[in-house]
């Protein structure tokens, strides 16, 4: 798989909650070696749009698929395996366990199931060598024996990504991965997703701006379900739609 390969296609995506259209009509690709950015108010959609590509959600009209595969109405589980990686806004990590203990149960996790060919080399591995690199890559080496329920915030933001990554995924859908970092932390994060993104297509829902900015190649701005503009980050700095619904005039 070379670089401008589209690994997500999500068409026409619409999901309704009762009379609300949380999302509306919404198609994006993700790209291998590419971040995909999508922001939005709260309330946008954001979240809800991940939980579509995810499963986590079955959307009440249109599809995704996972490189050319219609995966549409398959479970998490499924979608998982299949090369799709997801991290939540609210943790997975089971607090009293060490870091490596977390990463080397998430990469377990899938240990069970026949890889894809969509999943990385490391797939193949054994578990504990999918769940060395998932550490080595998201940083978080030196920390192995520390206590997760003991490590900073932004560290146990760093885990989250190390348990996606421990399941060797080819997309990576990250929600909110800087809530609450502080400035340092989060330059560590925007850093770590620098160096993931060549080898993954990757969604990013972000509400820090100087981070969505400076590591996007695509943004989608969504307002109240509905895209109201998608392009390369200097075409949104100067969309006047989006300054006036969204972004302000800081950037
Ligand atoms: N399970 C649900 N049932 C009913 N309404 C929902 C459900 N999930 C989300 N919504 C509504 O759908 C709309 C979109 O919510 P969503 O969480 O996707 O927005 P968001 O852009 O992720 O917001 P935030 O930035 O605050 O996380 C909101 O009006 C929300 O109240």
Redesign the pocket.
């Known amino acids: 798989m070379s670089d401008g390969t589209v690994l997500v296609q999500a068409r026409q995506l619409t999901k309704r909650?009762g009379g609300?259209a949380?999302v509306h009509d919404v198609s994006l690709e993700l790209w291998l070696g590419r971040i995909h950015a999508v922001i939005?108010p709260?309330?946008?959609?954001?979240?809800?749009l991940t939980n579509l590509l995810s499963g986590d959600l079955p959307p009440t009209t249109g599809s995704v698929s996972l490189a050319g595969t219609e995966i549409t109405g398959r479970t998490p589980e499924a979608i998982s395996r299949a090369g799709l990686g997801r991290s939540y806004q609210k943790t997975n990590i089971f607090l009293p366990f060490t870091v490596w203990e977390n990463v080397r149960l998430a990469a377990q996790s899938r240990a069970q199931h026949p890889a894809s060919w969509l999943r990385r080399a490391t797939a193949f591995a054994g578990t504990n060598e999918r769940a060395e690199r998932a550490l080595e890559l998201a940083g978080l080496a030196p920390r192995r024996d520390a206590i997760a329920g003991t490590i900073s915030h932004g560290e146990q933001r760093q885990l989250e990504i190390a348990m996606t990554l421990a399941t060797a995924p080819r997309v990576l859908l990250l929600d909110e991965p800087l809530a609450g970092m502080g400035t340092a932390e989060a330059e560590r994060m925007v850093d770590l997703l620098q160096r993931l993104k060549d080898a993954h297509a990757m969604l990013l829902v972000e509400h820090d701006m100087d981070a969505v900015f400076a590591l996007a190649d695509r943004l989608t701005v969504m307002v109240d379900g509905k895209v109201i503009a998608s392009g390369t980050p200097p075409e949104i700095r100067h969309d006047a739609g989006v300054r006036a619904a969204y972004l302000g005039e800081e950037h």
């Open positions: 909650f609300l949380a939005g709260n309330g946008a959609g954001k979240s809800t």
